[in-house]
């Protein structure tokens, strides 16, 4: 429309203008909150001063985020990969189809250095899969096998289950599960904490004689949703299948199970793995003017679960790092170092992609200033997690720099932060942070087949872009080191 360009440039003068520092008079500021006791208040980490100048950006960031909010490009962008490709599991031609189509995209954006660097992936193939009761007039339950998981006979396994919501119930009836199913009816209650009997509850049961397993979807809240996910293999345990299953149906079979009338169920699953696959990391930069092997890296996993559409975990995020450089290129601004975007391959199921990377840029990996992940959805950005092992003076700058951030509220910093793809680079001594957002319903549909493109909010994609295109480009483009000192 012929007004979008003056709607853009409003805005852009607006947020300039928000975020041109106010001196608040007396009644403006606040008197200072009560402090709790100091006893049971951990003594907080004193931050050098730090050495950014911020208001050399705030013009730029007000720029970066007017045009952020008025552009269309990634909502555009993130609706072809869910509508027209969809699942992206590694090994799948779908996967491949988005690695062609978004090096296509970012050679017509003009970005630098575009290309897809080869990684081999594991190739698990899911099959067709069915949960029933093992009775004439048989109930079906929705499942999803686990990703890794062995397949059934072709007949399945037909077993009485006995449920359990801890593992200390699992060991205390020890020997009595062998022959059964072994059902987990943890429930949630934060993802680290759950998601161990996803990751190994297959070969704790199998430890004691179980023929299958079958998890409580990893969620605080269902309709009948079950959650898929990666599980891992003791090599001293038989494999045995594993899948997952809803609330509502471990609440049923917990029910029965507590009545003394445990459900007896045929488990069928088709799940194997096919011989490696060739896969990429695809890359693309917006090449630094002064320091252009210096390295601001942002990016997220392109593979997704074979469920859904990936929307959120993690396709948004990858369209959104692509956007951030590419709006950036469009505005004209471009940096002193270079901001480069990686769309991992292989998170859920492998993570071959951050070892690749890692691999492929051993030689320049200490030139890596930072590298921030976003791989918590597209939700209304609040922030950054940092590493707690990030040098204090880092941590002050880029507190410092967050408060361009403050207008849209996304100007927190996180006492840890890190992700799974950029791990072994972190690993390697380079700084880890990433994108923090209010995840709260990013649970209730994580790894099913609701994670799809309506799930996601248009203003919340355009904030994430925002985000961190002005948290990237700050850094980039700063006149001295991140960590303070000279260059």
């Known amino acids: 429309m012929r007004f979008l360009p003056l709607f853009a440039l409003v805005s852009s003068l607006a947020y300039a203008a928000a975020l041109i520092p106010q001196n608040p008079t007396p009644t403006q500021q606040q008197a200072p909150l009560a402090q709790p006791p ?11 001063s730090p050495t950014v100048k911020i208001d050399a950006y705030r013009a730029s960031a007000g720029r970066i985020i007017g045009a952020a909010l ?28 988005a690695i062609g189509w978004a090096v296509v995209k970012m050679k017509e954006d003009g970005l630098d250095n575009v290309r897809a660097e080869k990684v081999m992936v ?9 949960l029933q009761t093992a009775t004439s007039d048989a109930i079906s339950f929705p499942v999803l096998g686990l990703g890794n998981s062995v397949g059934t006979p072709s007949a399945g396994i037909v077993a009485e289950t006995v449920v359990v919501r801890s593992f200390a119930e699992l060991d205390a009836l020890g020997e009595k599960v ?5 059902v987990y009816n943890a429930p949630f209650t934060n993802y680290g904490a759950t998601v161990q009997y996803r990751l190994s509850g297959a070969s ?47 609440e049923l079979l917990q029910r029965r199970y507590d009545s003394d009338d445990p459900i007896s169920l045929r488990l069928k699953m088709q799940a194997q793995f096919l011989p490696d696959a060739e896969s990429a990391n695809v890359i693309a930069e917006l090449k630094g003017t002064d320091r252009p092997d210096e390295i601001v890296l942002i990016g997220g996993h392109f593979d997704s679960w074979d469920v859904g559409q990936g929307a959120h975990d993690d396709g948004g995020s990858c369209i959104a790092a692509w956007e951030a450089i590419r709006l950036l290129k469009e505005l004209g601004l471009r940096p002193r170092r270079t901001i480069r975007v990686v769309l991992f391959t292989n998170e859920e199921n492998g993570l071959r992609g951050g070892n690749g990377y890692r691999d492929a840029h051993r030689a320049e990996i200490a030139k890596h200033i930072i590298a921030i992940e976003s791989d918590s959805g597209i939700y209304r950005p609040e922030g ?36 799974a793809d950029i791990g072994p680079i972190v690993r390697e001594g380079v700084v880890g942070a990433n994108l923090d957002v209010d995840g709260t ?11 799809t493109l309506d799930k996601i909010d248009r203003r919340d994609l355009s904030l994430v872009v925002a985000t961190m295109a002005v948290m990237a480009y700050t850094i980039a483009d700063l006149p001295g080191p991140l960590a303070g000192g000279a260059n």
Do not use: C
Not at 394 to 409: D, F, H, M
């Open 441 to 451: 319903h990013y649970f209730d549909i994580h790894h099913t087949q609701a994670d």
């Open 38 to 48: 100091a006893s049971p208040t951990p003594t907080p980490i004193v931050l050098p």
């Open 204 to 250: 704790r049961a199998a430890r004691y004689g179980a023929v299958a397993a079958l998890v409580r979807s990893i969620t605080p809240t269902s309709l009948q949703t079950p959650h898929t996910g990666a599980m891992n293999y003791d090599p001293q345990q038989p494999k045995i299948p594993v899948a997952a299953i809803t609330i509502e149906t471990a």
């Open 122 to 130: 594991p190739h698990w193939f899911r099959g067709e899969e069915s």
């Open 178 to 182: 062998r022959g059964k199913i072994v």
């Open 384 to 419: 950054f997690g940092l590493a707690a092992t990030a040098p204090l003076m880092v941590r002050s700058n880029i507190q410092e720099i967050a408060k361009l951030l403050a207008g849209i509220g996304a100007d927190r910093i996180g006492a840890n932060g890190g992700g």
């Open 70 to 97: 008025t552009k269309n490009r990634a909502w555009e962008r993130l609706e072809y990969l869910t509508d027209h490709i969809g699942h992206r599991l590694s090994g799948s031609r779908n996967l491949e189809r």
